[in-house]
């Protein structure tokens, strides 16, 4: 199948999946597709924002006009003048994206980034990074007097762009408004990513980083785990690795990077040969300009090519450091194992001794931190271990009594109670329904949409990569506000919106359940997790677990993970609050949930009234 009737063949998924007709939208596709003569000539595109909102802007234009027929007939689009012009400007608008993030990226990897100089010695000019330029200008131009003086008042050591340990930093969110007192740190944070301050201990992880230590992030989903390594990659000298489980996950990072001027990028099997190539061609340079290389596990673990020009830099002294993200994925304890992570530490202590690490996740227990560690040859001399509370103050945390019985129209309850729930609470607001099979997703998903009349597709692993980006494009633009979905939505998943997540039926595991229902509620307004349960869900999980591939003993671990969030869900009467945390290791006192749980809620309203 050539290109283009791929494209045909995605878009018409999405746009079935919104309520279009498909024999009618099928036409006004390929003439979407003759206008955007750049995916026409491409053999690979990149489907983004832009496109999926140009293309689904064109549909409602499409749809408001009475006879699409004449568009057919017609060698162009017949349409209202005003109409016309708006689409040539989404057009125009989506093009001019598009081009801009590929020449970016293309002039970092192949060195032509204008004004661009050597950013990797210690004695060199200042930053290369645009928006750090300012950055170096101000350390450089810092007045001899106001410089940070020892004890006996001498002049303190000129600073440099890894002085780090500037006493006057006024630390997390208030800057003041005096420049001078402000570190590399704080100042890469405001130029290069936009931030007024540090949340949690990303100041800390940052100089801790820089001072090439181990490090080792736990931080609950939307905490701000990316700034812990993008910072100090981006001041200290040489290259970082990331590696990082997902292609979609990978993509994204580098996009927002490349957005702000940094010089970031990835290889991925995704990439034509003459990316790969450029990518390639940079690395093999004695001081490669690329300051963040995204990698899957896959590419770190079996690329012997690769390996090489990496060690060759190792021992060159021009590797910064190796990020490990979403480090659970390491442990088999973790829910999501995959075995190329196991191997990350074979290859680093093999080919990169002594380069520092630093391993970040949103789940991990003890039992997984420490696997993680050991795995990756993180002593407990060497490494410093951050924790943030997993505490999500701002969601609201259910476990409700699933009914399976249908009502007199046939259709279960339990998604006549969904539908309700969001079409009362939620009307219109993202929101995302976990189910636990491909076609309880599609089911789902057709009684919510036909019968409910809430706007919503579906999204699951027997789907191609091409119709899930589609879909995961026009949820997060806000086009398709639910997603009734498989795990498969898991991670890369990053919706700030997300006011609801509903569990249809028992998840995995604890962590799991953490994990998705912790994508509601990111932007820190009040938000809902509800689980449906029911005791015959737990039979089904156990037998996914073990009709799965895999080993015994993987097959086993997660049986008992299962069995926990079994407890869980039986507990009528704990704070869950109380029990996720605990879960996590981590203490919580019941009364501070402040009934934003069921059980607290529920003991609230029992107790009399004083
Ligand atoms: N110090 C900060 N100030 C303002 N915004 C921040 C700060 N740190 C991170 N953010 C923003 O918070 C959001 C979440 O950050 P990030 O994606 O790094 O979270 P994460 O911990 O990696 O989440 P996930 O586990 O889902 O990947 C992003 O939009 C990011 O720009």
């Given at each position: 199948?050539?290109?283009?009737?791929?494209?045909?063949?995605?878009?018409?998924?999405?746009?079935?999946?919104?309520?279009?007709?498909?024999?009618?939208?099928r036409?006004?596709?390929?003439?979407?597709?003759w206008?955007?003569?750049?995916?026409?000539?491409?053999?690979?595109?990149?489907?983004?924002?832009?496109?999926?909102?140009?293309?689904?802007?064109?549909?409602?234009?499409?749809?408001?006009?009475?006879?699409?027929?004449?568009?057919?007939?017609?060698?162009?689009?017949?349409?209202?003048?005003?109409?016309?012009?708006?689409?040539?400007?989404?057009?125009?608008?989506?093009?001019?994206?598009?081009?801009?993030?590929?020449?970016?990226?293309?002039?970092?990897?192949?060195?032509?980034?204008?004004?661009?100089?050597?950013?990797?010695?210690?004695?060199?000019?200042?930053?290369t990074?645009?928006?750090?330029?300012?950055?170096?200008?101000?350390?450089?131009?810092?007045?001899?007097?106001?410089?940070?003086?020892?004890?006996?008042?001498?002049?303190?050591?000129?600073?440099?762009?890894?002085d780090?340990?500037?006493?006057?930093?006024?630390?997390?969110?208030?800057?003041?408004?005096?420049?001078?007192?402000?570190?590399?740190?704080?100042?890469?944070?405001?130029?290069?990513?936009?931030?007024?301050?540090?949340?949690?201990?990303?100041?800390?992880?940052?100089e801790?980083?820089?001072?090439?230590?181990?490090?080792?992030?736990?931080?609950?989903?939307?905490?701000?785990?990316?700034?812990?390594?993008?910072?100090?990659?981006?001041?200290?000298?040489?290259?970082?690795?990331?590696?990082?489980?997902?292609?979609?996950?990978?993509?994204?990072?580098?996009?927002?990077?490349?957005?702000?001027?940094?010089?970031?990028?990835?290889?991925?099997?995704?990439?034509?040969?003459?990316?790969?190539?450029?990518?390639y061609?940079?690395?093999?340079?004695?001081?490669?300009?690329?300051?963040?290389l995204?990698?899957?596990?896959?590419?770190?673990?079996?690329?012997?090519?690769?390996?090489?020009?990496?060690?060759?830099?190792?021992?060159?002294?021009?590797?910064?450091?190796?990020?490990?993200?979403?480090?659970?994925?390491?442990?088999?304890?973790?829910?999501?194992?995959?075995?190329?992570?196991?191997?990350?530490?074979?290859?680093?202590?093999?080919?990169?001794?002594?380069?520092?690490?630093?391993?970040?996740?949103?789940?991990?227990?003890?039992?997984?931190?420490?696997?993680?560690?050991?795995?990756?040859?993180?002593?407990?001399?060497?490494?410093?271990?951050?924790?943030?509370?997993?505490?999500?103050?701002?969601?609201?945390?259910?476990?409700?009594?699933?009914?399976?019985?249908?009502?007199?129209?046939?259709?279960?309850?339990?998604?006549?109670?969904?539908?309700?729930?969001?079409?009362?609470?939620?009307?219109?607001?993202?929101?995302?329904v976990?189910?636990?099979?491909?076609d309880?997703?599609?089911?789902?998903?057709?009684?919510?949409?036909?019968?409910?009349?809430?706007?919503?597709?579906?999204?699951?692993a027997?789907?191609?990569?091409?119709?899930?980006?589609?879909?995961?494009?026009?949820?997060?633009?806000?086009?398709?506000?639910?997603?009734?979905?498989?795990?498969a939505?898991?991670?890369?998943?990053?919706?700030?919106?997300?006011?609801?997540?509903?569990?249809?039926?028992m998840?995995?595991?604890?962590?799991?359940?953490?994990?998705e229902?912790?994508?509601?509620?990111?932007?820190?307004?009040?938000?809902?997790?509800?689980?449906?349960?029911?005791?015959?869900?737990?039979?089904r999980?156990?037998r996914?677990?073990?009709?799965?591939?895999?080993?015994?003993?993987?097959?086993e671990?997660?049986?008992?993970?299962?069995?926990?969030?079994?407890?869980?869900?039986?507990?009528?009467?704990?704070?869950?609050?109380?029990?996720?945390?605990?879960?996590?290791?981590?203490?919580?006192?019941?009364?501070?949930?402040?009934?934003?749980?069921?059980?607290?809620?529920?003991?609230?309203?029992?107790?009399?009234?004083?």
């Open positions: 199948m050539n290109a283009p009737q791929q494209h045909v063949r995605d878009l018409t998924a999405l746009a079935s999946q919104l309520g279009f007709e498909k024999q009618a939208t036409t006004a596709i390929e003439k979407f597709l206008w955007r003569k750049d995916l026409r000539d491409q053999a690979k595109i990149v489907v983004d924002d832009a496109l999926v909102n140009a293309f689904l802007d064109f549909l409602q234009q499409q749809k408001q006009r009475p006879a699409l027929s004449q568009i057919q007939a017609a060698p162009r689009p017949v349409a209202p003048k005003r109409a016309a012009t708006e689409f040539e400007a989404y057009k125009a608008d989506a093009a001019a994206t598009f081009n801009a993030r590929r020449q970016k990226l293309a002039s970092y990897v192949e060195g032509k980034s204008a004004g661009r100089q050597d950013i990797t010695s210690r004695n060199a000019a200042p930053l990074i645009p928006g750090l330029f300012g950055v170096e200008r101000h350390v450089a131009q810092r007045p001899a007097e106001r410089r940070p003086r020892g004890a006996a008042g001498e002049a303190g050591p000129a600073p440099s762009r890894f780090v340990t500037d006493p006057t930093v006024v630390a997390d969110g208030s800057y003041g408004s005096d420049w001078e007192r402000l570190d590399t740190v704080d100042l890469a944070n405001l130029k290069v990513f936009g931030n007024k301050g540090f949340r949690h201990s990303q100041k800390r992880i940052c801790l980083a820089l001072a090439k230590r181990d490090v080792f992030v736990l931080m609950p989903t939307g905490g701000g785990k990316s700034l812990c390594y993008q910072l100090p990659a981006a001041v200290a000298p040489g290259l970082s690795i990331v590696i990082s489980p997902l292609l979609s996950l990978i993509n994204d990072q580098v996009k927002a990077l490349v957005d702000k001027d940094y010089p970031a990028t990835y290889l991925s099997s995704s990439q034509t040969e003459r990316e790969r190539k450029a990518v061609r940079e690395l093999a340079k004695t001081r490669p300009t690329i300051k963040l995204y990698l899957t596990p896959e590419q770190f673990v079996k690329s012997g090519a690769l390996q090489d020009i990496l060690g060759r830099l190792h021992r060159a002294g021009f590797l910064s450091r190796l990020v490990v993200d979403e480090a659970h994925c390491i442990s088999q304890w973790g829910h999501d194992f995959r075995v190329d992570y196991k191997n990350i530490g074979k290859v680093k202590q093999t080919l990169f001794p002594g380069l520092p690490s630093m391993a970040l996740t949103a789940t991990a227990t003890e039992a997984v931190r420490t696997d993680v560690m050991k795995t990756l040859h993180m002593t407990k001399k060497s490494t410093d271990v951050f924790r943030v509370s997993f505490n999500r103050p701002n969601i609201r945390w259910q476990v409700l009594p699933k009914n399976y019985e249908n009502d007199k129209d046939g259709i279960p309850q339990y998604v006549a109670y969904i539908a309700e729930y969001i079409n009362t609470k939620w009307p219109g607001e993202s929101g995302i976990y189910c636990m099979t491909r309880e997703c599609e089911e789902t998903c057709a009684y919510l949409r036909d019968e409910f009349g809430v706007r919503c597709g579906f999204y699951h027997g789907m191609t990569p091409k119709q899930r980006n589609l879909v995961q494009l026009a949820w997060k633009a806000g086009r398709l506000p639910v997603i009734c979905a498989t795990v939505f898991g991670m890369g998943v990053d919706n700030a919106h997300v006011r609801f997540v509903v569990h249809q039926s998840p995995q595991s604890m962590e799991g359940y953490y994990q229902s912790g994508r509601a509620g990111r932007d820190g307004q009040p938000a809902e997790a509800v689980l449906l349960f029911h005791q015959r869900d737990v039979g999980v156990k996914l677990i073990y009709m799965a591939k895999g080993k015994k003993k993987s097959k671990i997660k049986a008992k993970l299962m069995e926990q969030m079994q407890e869980y869900c039986v507990d009528a009467r704990e704070c869950r609050r109380k029990l996720i945390l605990a879960y996590f290791g981590e203490t919580f006192c019941a009364e501070r949930c402040a009934g934003t749980c069921d059980n607290c809620a529920a003991r609230n309203k029992r107790r009399p009234r004083k």
